[in-house]
DNA sequence: TTGTACGCGTTATCAG
DNA sequence: CTGATAACGCGTACAA
C-alpha cells in the first residue's frame, strides 16, 4: 500500500462523486446563468463536495479554454529596490488586482532580448514589464508580435514613439534638473556630480547628471564628473581626490546611499558640511534623517499608482502605445 | 478592414503553413525521438515557418497536458526587503531556475489563511513559500491535499513538525544572542531593546528581544523594551524618556535603520555614543558604514542559496516535510 | 441537465 | 521510412 502523493480535485472528480456531468459542476461553481435551472438539491450537494474535496479550480486551463489573459509581468532590474520603488510596486498590484489583472514579479531573469523575450512570452501574459536593459528591438517585436504588450522601464520614450513599446520612466534628467537649480540657489557655482560605475545604476547617473548640466548651463556653473563605485573606499578616494584639486561648493550624490557615503568620508577628512560643501542626495529615504548633518535630497512623487494602473490596464484592452512617467521631483532642503 | 489584435502563433498555424500535422511539428521541434526520423528537408522547413511566425510554445498548454509543475510561488512579506533578503533571493531564484524551476514573486497579497491559499492553489505551483502571518492551518491543509509543498517563512520548526508544513526561518532569536552577548562583553549591564511596532516587524522584533534576554540571563543583567516607530519622532521620544529614567548602558537598535534613528536622535541630545551608551544594530547593511560614528551590527551570513534551492527541491520531488535555517548571526563591531 | 467540441501541445498508435 | 490520427489534461459553454 503506497501512499500516492497527492493530486489536487479536478472538476471530473466531482462530478463523479457528486453523479453529475462536468458541466453541471461548471454552471454551479461558477453561478452560471445556463444553469440557473438546476436543482438547489443539486446545487448543494456538488457545493459540497466541491468543499469537502478542497476543489480549487485550475487557473490555467480556465485560461486556456477561455484566452484571457490576465498576467502582467514585471521583470526586475538586478538591483536593490528603494524603500520608494517597492512601495510603488505594492500600489500598482493591488491597484493592477482590483483591475483583474495579476502582477508576478520575476526576477534575476538571465538572458536579454530574444531569448528573454521567448521565455515571458511563454508565459502568455498581457503585458511585460522590463528594464530597457532587458530589452532589445528584437525581443520587443516577438512580444508584440504575439499581443503582449511590452514597457520598458528607462527606454527613451522619444525613441520608443511609433514602434509599439510602451516606456514607463522614471524622469532622471528632473531630478538631477532639481538638485542642480537646488544648489545653485544657494549660491554654489562649483558644482561635483557623482554618477555610478554600476551598470543598471550608471544609465540613471548619467541622466541625473544631464539634468545637473543643464541647470548650470543656465547660470554658467562648472560640473565637475566622479565615477564612484558603492563603497567607502570609492567615497574616500573621491574626497582625497578633492583634496588635491580643491573642495567644489557643491555636491549632488546620485542618490541618498551614494550621498550618504560621501557625506561619511567628508566628515572623515574634517570637511565642515554644510559650511565648506553643500550636499544633495535624491529619493528621500529615511537615511537622510539619521545622518548627521541631516541630508538634503530630492523627493520625488509618484502619481498614485492605482492611476497608472489604469492606464497601463488602457494600453493593453486597446492594444494602444502609452508612455507614462508617474515621477515628479522636489527637492527638500535640510541641514547639509 | 479592421486590424486585429496579433494573437501568439500556435502549433496549429505551423503545421498549417508547413502543410504537415500538429505532431510533426511537435516533433521537430522538441527534437522528440520519435520524429528523428522525419527528413531534414521538413525539419529545417517548420523550423523556418515557426521562426518566422515567432512561435513560442504556450507553458501552460503544455504543463497542462504533462502535469508537470515548475512553479515556485514567493509571498512577500509586505515590508521594504532588505539588500540582504534581495541578494539571497536573486541567488534563490537562479538556483531554482538552474533546477527546473520557476520562481515568482507575489506581492501584496491581501488575503490569508484559506482566501490566500485557494488563490495560490488556483496556480498549481509545486511549492508556496510564504510568510506565517499569511498562513493558516486550514490553508496550509488545502494546499497539502492538493499536492503544493508549503514553507513557512518565519512559522516555529517545533510547532511545524509533522504537520507537512516545512519551514524557511531567520533566527531571531539567534540575531538578538549575537548582540546582547556583543554588549555583554564590553561590560554592560543595564540594556535596552527596541521592538518595532508595525505587525510584520513585530514578531522579529521580539525574536531578536528574546535572544538579549537570554543572553541577560547568562550574566545578571537587566533589560528594559522600548516600543518603536519607524521614524525620527520615536527615536527622539525613546531618548528623552531616558533622559527622565536615566540612560542605559548598551542599546539594541532592533536593525541598522532603527538603530541609525537612535544614533541620530542620541547625537541630538548631545549624548556621547559610544562613550555614555554603546548601541548596535543588525543586518549590517552600508548604512552602517554611512553614519559617524559608525555603527555596530551583526552581520547576518546566509548559507547559500543554492544549497537551499536544492534542500527546498529535494522536498517538492520527494514530497517531504523540510526544516531550513538558512542564516547565521555574527557580530560586527565598529565605532558604536 | 447532459454530451461534446474546443483551447494548445504531447505522445502513443497506426497506416501508406 | 514518413507522417497522420487521436486521446488526453482541465475547464467552459453551446446545442440538444
Given at each position: 500500500?503506497?501512499?500516492?502523493?497527492?493530486?489536487?480535485?479536478?472538476?471530473?472528480?466531482?462530478?463523479?462523486?457528486?453523479?453529475?456531468?462536468?458541466?453541471?459542476?461548471?454552471?454551479?461553481?461558477?453561478?452560471?446563468?445556463?444553469?440557473?435551472?438546476?436543482?438547489?438539491?443539486?446545487?448543494?450537494?456538488?457545493?459540497?463536495?466541491?468543499?469537502?474535496?478542497?476543489?480549487?479550480?485550475?487557473?490555467?486551463?480556465?485560461?486556456?479554454?477561455?484566452?484571457?489573459?490576465?498576467?502582467?509581468?514585471?521583470v526586475?532590474f538586478?538591483?536593490?529596490?528603494?524603500?520608494?520603488?517597492?512601495?510603488?510596486?505594492?500600489?500598482?498590484?493591488?491597484?493592477?488586482?482590483?483591475?483583474?489583472?495579476?502582477?508576478?514579479?520575476?526576477?534575476?531573469?538571465?538572458?536579454r532580448g530574444?531569448?528573454?523575450a521567448?521565455?515571458?512570452?511563454?508565459?502568455?501574459?498581457?503585458?511585460v514589464i522590463a528594464g530597457d536593459d532587458r530589452l532589445t528591438p528584437a525581443g520587443v517585436a516577438?512580444l508584440l508580435?504575439?499581443?503582449?504588450r511590452v514597457f520598458g522601464m528607462g527606454s527613451d520614450p522619444a525613441a520608443a514613439k511609433g514602434t509599439g513599446l510602451s516606456t514607463l520612466i522614471m524622469d532622471h534628467r528632473a531630478i538631477g534638473l532639481?538638485?542642480?537649480?537646488?544648489?545653485?540657489?544657494?549660491?554654489?557655482?562649483?558644482?561635483?556630480?557623482?554618477v555610478?560605475?554600476?551598470p543598471p545604476l550608471r544609465v540613471m547617473g548619467e541622466g541625473r547628471l544631464e539634468g545637473v548640466r543643464e541647470?548650470?548651463?543656465?547660470?554658467?556653473?562648472?560640473?565637475?564628473?566622479?565615477?564612484?563605485?558603492?563603497?567607502?573606499?570609492?567615497?574616500?578616494?573621491?574626497?582625497?581626490?578633492?583634496?588635491?584639486?580643491?573642495?567644489?561648493?557643491?555636491?549632488?550624490?546620485?542618490?541618498?546611499?551614494?550621498?550618504?557615503?560621501?557625506?561619511?568620508?567628508?566628515?572623515?577628512?574634517?570637511?565642515?558640511?554644510?559650511?565648506?560643501?553643500?550636499?544633495?542626495?535624491?529619493?528621500?529615504?529615511?537615511?537622510?534623517?539619521?545622518?548627521?548633518?541631516?541630508?538634503?535630497?530630492?523627493?520625488v512623487?509618484?502619481?498614485?499608482?492605482?492611476?497608472i494602473?489604469?492606464r497601463v490596464?488602457?494600453s493593453?484592452?486597446?492594444?494602444t502605445e502609452v508612455h507614462l512617467s508617474p515621477w515628479s521631483p522636489?527637492?527638500?532642503?535640510?541641514?547639509?
Amino acid at each position: 500500500m503506497t501512499s500516492i502523493r497527492p493530486r489536487p480535485a479536478t472538476i471530473t472528480d466531482i462530478a463523479r462523486q457528486a453523479g453529475v456531468s462536468t458541466a453541471t459542476v461548471s454552471y454551479v461553481l461558477n453561478d452560471a446563468p445556463a444553469g440557473a435551472r438546476i436543482p438547489e438539491e443539486t446545487r448543494a450537494r456538488v457545493r459540497a463536495i466541491a468543499d469537502e474535496l478542497g476543489y480549487v479550480p485550475h487557473a490555467n486551463a480556465r485560461s486556456l479554454r477561455t484566452g484571457s489573459r490576465d498576467l502582467v509581468l514585471y521583470v526586475h532590474f538586478d538591483v536593490v529596490h528603494g524603500p520608494l520603488a517597492t512601495g510603488f510596486l505594492y500600489g500598482f498590484t493591488r491597484a493592477l488586482r482590483d483591475l483583474g489583472y495579476t502582477l508576478m514579479q520575476y526576477g534575476a531573469e538571465r538572458h536579454r532580448g530574444v531569448k528573454a523575450a521567448r521565455s515571458w512570452a511563454a508565459l502568455r501574459p498581457a503585458a511585460v514589464i522590463a528594464g530597457d536593459d532587458r530589452l532589445t528591438p528584437a525581443g520587443v517585436a516577438l512580444l508584440l508580435k504575439a499581443g503582449i504588450r511590452v514597457f520598458g522601464m528607462g527606454s527613451d520614450p522619444a525613441a520608443a514613439k511609433g514602434t509599439g513599446l510602451s516606456t514607463l520612466i522614471m524622469d532622471h534628467r528632473a531630478i538631477g534638473l532639481a538638485a542642480g537649480r537646488d544648489l545653485l540657489e544657494r549660491g554654489y557655482r562649483d558644482l561635483a556630480v557623482v554618477v555610478p560605475v554600476d551598470p543598471p545604476l550608471r544609465v540613471m547617473g548619467e541622466g541625473r547628471l544631464e539634468g545637473v548640466r543643464e541647470a548650470a548651463a543656465e547660470v554658467g556653473a562648472s560640473v565637475r564628473v566622479h565615477e564612484m563605485e558603492y563603497s567607502p573606499g570609492s567615497a574616500a578616494g573621491i574626497v582625497a581626490a578633492w583634496g588635491e584639486e580643491g573642495l567644489p561648493e557643491g555636491v549632488f550624490g546620485y542618490n541618498d546611499e551614494f550621498a550618504g557615503l560621501l557625506l561619511g568620508a567628508l566628515l572623515d577628512a574634517g570637511v565642515d558640511v554644510p559650511g565648506r560643501v553643500g550636499l544633495m542626495g535624491a529619493d528621500d529615504v529615511m537615511l537622510c534623517r539619521m545622518l548627521r548633518p541631516t541630508l538634503s535630497s530630492v523627493r520625488v512623487e509618484s502619481e498614485s499608482p492605482e492611476e497608472i494602473a489604469r492606464r497601463v490596464v488602457a494600453s493593453i484592452t486597446e492594444g494602444t502605445e502609452v508612455h507614462l512617467s508617474p515621477w515628479s521631483p522636489v527637492p527638500v532642503r535640510r541641514q547639509t
